[in-house]
């Protein structure tokens, strides 16, 4: 029997960050994941956590963690499948450590992935971005933070992990300006800033005075410290419940960080954008991830199918009916001809 625990250092602290090169993110994804099946694992089996071993964990225990997520906690499908994608990764890692586990983790390796619907993604219209930014209230305590904040986002169409870890050194607003961006698989891009993007972030970071001198990253929250992503997602959010008494339809959306992403991908292909200059714009690894705006926006495919014309189809002959059928159908509809004088 092998301790579990022998083989959850090197999985983290070597494998995930030094041979995988897996962003911070995604590896604390995966220790949230490992740390739930460990938890579910030493309950189930009335064990310390330190007292687990490989063998423990087989394929029907991890099924029914699986159930668990989904029928207690209430997890969503895709959140199971991202929990199943960690526990694969870590069961791959322990058979390449020890080859005589090998038999024993391709049974759980090959637990296949759950299908999920195809969902659509939310974006705004352009006159609800308005709205959203119109809200702004500039005089307020942090009203320019958050127009620099919220231009920003809609300019590059940054994921908010992105903007998070900007810091001033990835800001060039002199001669072209432009903003670097530090993506997901540690890649990174530059995106051009329009000018109102450049004057909102002059008028920030005249106002930005950071707790800690030292501090490199370019957004605070209202006590001076970092934001974090759950700070900005309450920013977004707060605009939002305002918009909604200029703006109606916004009511019938959910608009967090990433709405304002899709956003920016739509009105980018609305413009005449190729949809390859988009996927780069977004920092796609996969084109195939950029199609799902070309399926879900009705104008461009109205636009479509303007371009084609319907073919000739010929009318049939309407039935001729005699006569007599035709009073007969008219008698019903005419109650006069009952009447006796």
């Known amino acids: 029997m092998t301790y579990i625990a022998s083989f959850i250092k090197r999985f983290f602290s070597h494998y995930l960050p030094v041979q995988k090169g897996l962003a911070a993110n995604t590896i604390l994804a995966y220790r949230d994941a490992i740390k739930l099946l460990l938890c579910y694992a030493a309950n189930t089996l009335h064990k310390n956590v330190e007292e687990l071993c490989v063998e423990n964990i087989d394929e029907s225990l991890v099924l029914e963690f699986l159930d668990h997520l989904e029928n207690t906690r209430g997890c969503s499908a895709r959140t199971r499948n991202a929990r199943l994608a960690a526990i694969r990764a870590f069961f791959s890692f322990i058979a390449r450590e020890e080859p005589s ?15 999920t619907q195809h969902k659509t993604v939310g974006y705004l219209e352009e006159n609800e971005l308005q709205a959203l930014l119109d809200t702004i209230e500039l005089n307020s305590r942090t009203g320019v933070r958050d127009k620099a904040l919220l231009l920003l986002l809609y300019n590059t169409g940054a994921r908010v992990s992105e903007i998070v ?92 960080p990433h709405t304002i992403r899709h956003t920016t991908a739509m009105h980018l292909l609305r413009a005449g954008n190729d949809i390859n200059m988009v996927s780069y714009w977004l920092g ?35 039935w001729q009916k005699p006569s007599i059928l035709k009073w007969l159908d008219a008698l019903a509809k005419t109650p006069q001809l009952c009447v006796v004088n």
């Open 101 to 115: 586990l090998l038999l024993h983790c391709q049974r759980i390796r090959t637990i296949p992935i759950k299908r």
């Open 165 to 256: 870890g900007l810091k001033e050194a990835d800001l060039r607003l002199d001669g072209v300006a432009q903003i670097k961006l530090l993506g997901k698989g540690n890649k990174y891009r530059t995106s051009p800033l329009w000018d109102e993007t450049v004057e909102a972030l002059n008028g920030y970071l005249k106002q930005r005075t950071a707790k800690d001198p030292a501090e490199k990253q370019l957004f605070l929250n209202a006590n001076r410290s970092p934001i974090t992503r759950f700070g900005v997602r309450y920013i977004i959010c707060k605009y939002a419940q305002k918009a909604k008494n200029k703006c109606p339809s916004i009511a019938s959306k959910t608009v967090s």
């Open 284 to 318: 796609h690894a996969d084109i195939n991830t950029t199609h799902i705006y070309v399926e879900i926006d009705m104008e461009m495919k109205r636009r479509m199918l303007q371009k084609t014309t319907a073919p000739d189809v010929k009318k049939t002959p309407s």
